[in-house]
């Protein structure tokens, strides 16, 4: 049984949208994965689902997981994926994540996660917006200004 992330070969590997499915054939090149079926587990932030999926052995080793799953599914998002080879068996950590933006190919993202994720960057300045408010300013001080003047001309 396999506990250690399960690398992929991503030169033998693909993934393809048809009829609004989307379609996966990694080529798992762990010698100790068993061929069967299993469950395939998706997984992004908090979210999760599973799927059946079948494994079968490949030619000069390794092995093939297959399986389809609802493009709508996937929305936007790059999902982790994971296989459960035993009833009630651990979920092992495949090292490939998909992304299928309903726009773009549907891509394999193979290797481990990233170790770090950026921050997210700062909110950028609206030069428009700040213009705008300068013009403002700008305007209200002309205006007291004027409106100053004519209470001095007027004696008030």
């Not at 030169?11 to 100790?32: I, M």
């Not at 013009?135 to 001080?141: A, E, F, P, S």
């Amino acid at each position: 049984m396999v506990t250690n992330p399960i690398s992929v070969d991503e030169t033998r590997s693909l993934a393809y949208r048809e009829n609004g499915q989307v379609h996966l054939v990694v080529h798992l090149t762990d010698p100790d994965v068993v061929p069967g079926d299993v469950v395939a587990r998706f997984r992004h932030d908090q979210r999760k689902f599973k799927k059946p999926a079948r494994v079968t052995a490949a030619e000069g080793g390794g092995a093939t997981l297959e399986l389809s799953v609802s493009a709508g599914r996937l929305g936007r998002v790059p999902w982790f994926l994971a296989v459960q080879q035993a009833d009630g068996g651990p979920f092992v950590r495949v090292q490939t994540r998909v992304l299928s933006h309903p726009d773009l190919p549907v891509a394999l993202l193979p290797g481990p996660p990233p170790r770090t994720r950026m921050p997210a960057p700062d909110p950028r300045a609206n030069p428009a917006a700040e213009s705008a408010r300068g013009l403002l300013r700008q305007g209200r001080r002309v205006a007291g200004g004027l409106k100053r003047r004519l209470r001095e001309r007027s004696g008030a």
